[in-house]
């Protein structure tokens, strides 16, 4: 997969895109925001760090368990979102990982 991004890219000199690259893909929207919040992977660091986060977010996000980001984490994401995302989603919480909005 890293391979293939590298041979799609528009410059030669351009760094590697993210492995990620694919769920921003996934989510379907103009824009689609990643971060690494310190605050919301120090809550799902937690042993009940998913109850936290429902209590925090309630139904406006779908929480993803963790899966080591790639390929792996992108179909996931597209599972889930498919059987999840509502008319009230505002984003998506990666369990040990981030947020996606
Ligand atoms: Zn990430």
Redesign the pocket.
Known sequence: MVNEFRTHLARADAPTPSV?AILHAVIPDKYVD?T?ADAVVAITNTRDGLARIRQAYGETVVVIPYVM?GFDLSRACAQRLKAEMGPKTLGVI?MN??VFS
């Open positions: 990620e990643h690494h980001p990666l990982h981030g």
